[in-house]
């Protein structure tokens, strides 16, 4: 079974500042799949950024990157330019890449406020 | 509506009451899924659907249950509600997997208050 883990429940940033939200994972799968949610107070789930863990390169959306370490198991989300509309709580979330189902397991969150 | 829809949005029920919740999705997606939220542990699977009539369980079944007849509905049923299943509910669908990636695409929740 996989685990992932998000050890900052809480965390402000000043708006135009950059902030990094952490993530680690427990798994023994060599292929999967890795992702940043952000869950505004609408509660809709807004997926942000995917790595795929047999790509080094760390992936981008425009403010958003992340840190991929995979021997770490580590998967960090930056947030570039922080806007007042990031303010949400952030999953991180793991995916099997398989046959059997396109199940996530889910960190337990992070709640970001952007300050003005 | 296009998309994944739940109903109701918001439900408060009683102490062994039957509840179900409802989720239709418009996209004729293979996979349906329905997560729990809850503070401090994110989303976590309850069971999850690969087809009209296929089901099994996820992470958290106990005191649900779910069907799909048909691929566009899957219904989660609450037999007897206690209060530690008051949550928020998720459903979200995907298309078939394979080698290849398939986003779930998430519906917006229904808040379900257990009293």
């Known amino acids: 079974a996989q685990t992932v883990t998000q050890s900052q429940p809480e965390m402000s940033v000043q708006e135009a500042e950059t902030v990094t939200l952490s993530c680690t994972y427990d798994?023994?799968?060599?292929?999967?799949?890795l992702f940043w949610y952000k869950q505004p107070p609408s509660r809709q789930m807004i997926l942000v950024i995917r790595?795929?863990?047999?790509?080094?390169q760390n992936a981008t959306e425009n403010r958003f990157s992340v840190n991929f370490q995979k021997a770490a198991k580590s998967f960090s989300l930056k947030i570039s330019d922080s806007q007042l509309g990031d303010t949400a709580m952030y999953f991180c979330a793991f995916m099997k890449r398989n046959n059997a189902g396109n199940m996530l397991t889910f960190g337990g969150g992070t709640r970001l406020m952007v300050k003005p | 509506d296009a998309g994944i829809t739940q109903s109701p949005r918001y439900k408060i029920t009683e102490t062994g009451r039957q509840v179900t919740l409802m989720c239709h999705q418009t996209w004729s997606h293979s996979y349906m899924f329905w997560y729990r939220q809850d503070l401090g542990h994110g989303l976590r699977l309850i069971y999850y659907?690969?087809?009209?009539?296929?089901?099994d369980k996820g992470e958290v079944p106990d005191g649900y249950v779910v069907s799909r007849s048909k691929t566009e509905n899957f219904p989660l049923t609450l037999e007897s509600a206690t209060r530690s299943q008051t949550s928020v509910y998720f459903c979200?669908?995907?298309?078939?997997?394979?080698?290849?990636?398939?986003?779930?695409?998430f519906g917006p929740g229904t808040r379900l208050t257990v009293l």
């Open positions: 659907s690969a087809a009209a009539d296929i089901t």
């Open positions: 798994t023994s799968e060599s292929n999967y799949y």
């Open positions: 790595q795929e863990a047999y790509k080094q």
């Open positions: 979200a669908s995907s298309e078939r997997s394979g080698s290849s990636y398939n986003e779930q695409f």
